[in-house]
């Protein structure tokens, strides 16, 4: 019960906080009529074969959420500013889909603008991950953050369920999808559940720990490591998260989730944040506090004991 009660409030966060802030951000007025098609099951084009109109499915990979996209971190942007300008001329010209995109580093490399989320070290830590290794230049920042929809969640958001929510997904799109796993990988996907049956509580793990707790390599200077670690070198060890000194202060509880419990207090990050690491929260006052409570009770019972053997 409680279990599923934790579900439902982590996901009506995610649809709210999905859906409010659409309402105040505004898409480019240039992208109306990229808009107009993209985010509809169907598409109208006049085709010069036949001599005549034709409607036709929309390929799902090309169908856009608009308010989803409204909140993305390029959401103000011109789809031109990624997309060949030859793709404002409708129909588009096929060959138009075999042009290479632009990276996150054609635009975020080498500009001072964006020295603080420092992209280079990104790329850099990103090249010792086993994606890259195993598939090179063909593993592109988009393969994890759709470039439609990406937000700065770890960095932006104050409550971690919301974190933990939207980066899992980005691992699941691929890992727990047999067609696009197999755009990276020649096997078959394998069972996630089978492959951490070692893992004690799996589904309280997986709803309140992001993917990459585990399977990165962290590094203080990032606010989100990404440098994929092979399976083979994943986390095992329970003591490196449960403990006073828990790796998920240095990762999952960074920066604002970080701030926010060094100024409201540990006790208040308990009982206001949906999501609980046991170990994470420990505080030596409370701590204190419990061991005193519990030898001034252990000790009322040894006098009341100790008083019933007198008076006996």
Request: hydrophobic share 35%.
């Amino acid at each position: 019960m409680r279990s599923s009660l934790l579900s439902l409030v982590i996901l009506f966060q995610f649809c709210f906080v999905q859906t409010l802030p659409a309402q105040e951000k505004q898409i480019a007025p240039e992208n109306d009529q990229c808009i107009k098609c993209h985010t509809h099951q169907t598409i109208t084009f006049e085709n010069t074969l036949t001599k005549r109109e034709d409607k036709r499915l929309m390929n799902p990979l090309y169908i856009l959420d608009k308010n989803h996209f409204a909140q993305g971190v390029h959401g103000r942007f011109k789809c031109t500013d990624c997309h060949p300008a030859e793709y404002s001329h409708y129909p588009h010209k096929a060959e138009l889909k075999l042009e290479p995109l632009s990276t996150c580093l054609d635009c975020h490399g080498g500009d001072a603008r964006y020295a603080s989320f420092q992209f280079e070290k990104i790329d850099e830590e990103f090249q010792k991950s086993v994606h890259f290794q195993k598939s090179g230049e063909s593993f592109t920042c988009s393969k994890c953050h759709d470039q439609h929809y990406y937000q700065a969640k770890s960095r932006n958001s104050t409550e971690v369920g919301d974190i933990v929510l939207f980066s899992n997904q980005m691992c699941m799109s691929c890992h727990s999808n047999n067609n696009k796993f197999q755009l990276i990988s020649d096997s078959l996907k394998p069972a996630l559940a089978q492959i951490h049956e070692w893992l004690p509580n799996q589904e309280l793990h997986f709803k309140n720990i992001r993917c990459i707790e585990c399977h990165t390599q962290v590094v203080d200077s990032l606010s989100v490591s990404h440098n994929i670690m092979p399976k083979e070198k994943a986390l095992k060890n329970c003591v490196e998260c449960h403990s006073k000194n828990s790796m998920l202060e240095a990762s999952l509880y960074k920066y604002k989730n970080l701030q926010g419990r060094s100024q409201k207090g540990k006790l208040h990050t308990i009982i206001a944040n949906k999501a609980y690491v046991i170990g994470a929260y420990q505080n030596n006052l409370l701590n204190s506090v419990s061991i005193i409570l519990f030898l001034v009770v252990l000790t009322g019972i040894l006098i009341h004991l100790i008083a019933r053997i007198v008076k006996k």
